[in-house]
């Protein structure tokens, strides 16, 4: 008979991470790996975090790129096709598998990795780049910005983003779309930018979709588009031709609102975060 000291109680992070990993192998089975969208995630116009992204890195043949919590690799996948030697790493073996699957279909080679943000396999000053994307707000921010910074080679760059905290809409969204969520996510604040700070010599930001989430209410009251059945900010991707013209005419509209208010940011849906060691 065992007593109680001899079993091993999990902490609570320890506890999140096992239901992160178990929330997305189970996620990774549903995949079909010809619907990973590889170039769209990056080129779409109703992509323009990665657009951003890819104005900011220029070319990136031959750089060392880290990507942390890849998912289904679509990020990855994009970069090795670019030329760079690319390392995905995610807490979930299932997602791994299906970064390898891409990988084939799209006929590049990158290595992969099971990790945690906060404890990366690596050496210091590894990479010249790390990407994650919609990564943070799953994770603790401070200790993986920490391990971020350790691994990227002095003048390399963190390039992140993730949902923003305080946009009203997206909350009620949260809210309703609780099956293809974690229940322990934390979207970000603005203050959380002053972490970043702590540790990097520069730090630039910005954000995305405010009047261009009209898209979002579309799918929901006129298309009833059940958002527990269809994820979307998939959606935006598979239909970003078909939503190009809307989304053209209220990002328009976005911009010149920010110019007028540019305080009004925070409640986009989106930040980047462009980080420099």
């Known amino acids: 008979m065992r007593t109680v000291g001899q079993f091993k109680q999990k902490t609570k992070p ?26 769209g995630f990056f080129e779409a116009y109703t992509s323009p975090e990665n657009r951003m992204i890819l104005s900011v890195l220029g070319d990136i043949k031959g750089k060392k790129i880290l990507e942390l919590g ?15 030697d690319v390392t995905a790493a995610d807490i979930s073996s299932g997602m791994l598998e299906v970064v390898q699957k891409v990988a084939e279909k799209y006929n590049v080679s990158l290595q992969t990795t ?30 993986t910005v920490v391990e971020v910074h350790r691994v990227l080679k002095k003048g390399g760059i ?10 009203p809409a997206i909350n009620v969204y949260r809210r309703i779309a609780t099956k293809v969520r974690t229940q322990d996510e934390h979207p970000l604040k603005m ?9 990097f010599s520069r730090v630039e930001s910005d954000a995305t979709w405010f009047f ?27 239909e970003h031709k078909k939503l190009e013209k809307m989304y053209k005419s209220l990002d328009k509209i976005d911009t010149l609102f920010f110019k007028l208010f540019p305080f009004m940011k925070k409640y986009c849906w989106n930040i980047i975060i462009f980080s420099y060691k």
């Not at 239901?19 to 170039?39: C, G, L, P, Q, R």
């Not at 929901?220 to 935006?236: A, C, G, L, S, V």
């Open 14 to 39: 320890e506890l999140i991470f096992q239901k992160e990993e178990t929330f997305h192998d189970t996620w990774a089975e549903s995949i079909n790996i010809d619907e990973v969208i590889v170039d």
């Open 70 to 84: 890849c998912g289904a690799g679509e990020a990855s996948v994009y970069f090795a096709r670019k030329g760079a």
């Open 114 to 143: 099971k990790c945690y943000s906060h404890k990366i396999y690596f050496e210091d000053e590894s990479f010249d780049i790390v990407y994650a994307a919609n990564l943070l707000h799953h994770v603790d921010i401070e200790s």
């Open 158 to 167: 963190f390039v992140s983003w993730d949902p923003l905290a305080h946009n």
């Open 191 to 199: 203050n959380d930018l002053k972490i970043f700070k702590k540790y």
């Open 212 to 238: 261009t989430l009209w898209i979002f209410i579309k799918f929901y009251f006129i298309d009833r588009i059940n958002p527990n059945k269809e994820r979307y900010w998939k959606k935006i991707l598979i």
